[in-house]
């Protein structure tokens, strides 16, 4: 049974940073995409950053470029976020999401395990 755990969200001020993580249990292969994706109250889920893991090839969101990393976390077969210069309209859910196609995408149904999401709140 494969789940992916997040941790790592919480509130913070405008300009700090949170790190936020994401193991992958129950599964012995690597998925070839990996990443992020948040979703605000009434907004639809939107794609963050994804890793492709087969080169390491990354995507991140025009509004997070500069301040977001992504990364791999090959002991637990997962990623991690780091979020940097935080701002108030990054507040929302964010969820990990995994996917065993070779294209990593926008489009929320390219990815078959997703997480529980993990809350993050920055306030001005």
């Known amino acids: 049974h494969v789940q992916l755990v997040e941790s790592g969200g919480g509130s913070v001020q405008a300009g700090e940073s949170l790190r936020l993580s994401c193991v992958v249990t129950g599964y012995t292969a690597n998925f070839y995409c990996m990443g992020w994706f948040r979703q605000a109250p009434g907004k639809e889920r939107e794609r963050v950053a994804t890793?492709?893991?087969?080169?390491?090839?990354?995507y991140y969101a025009d509004s997070t470029k500069g301040r977001f990393t992504i990364s791999r976390d090959t002991a637990n077969a997962g990623v991690h976020l780091q979020m940097d210069m935080l701002k108030p309209e990054d507040t929302a859910m964010y969820y990990c999401a995994a996917s065993r196609s070779k294209l990593c995408v926008d489009n929320i149904g390219g990815y078959i395990y997703w997480g529980q999401g993990t809350q993050v709140t920055v306030s001005s």
């Open positions: 890793m492709f893991t087969g080169d390491g090839t990354t």
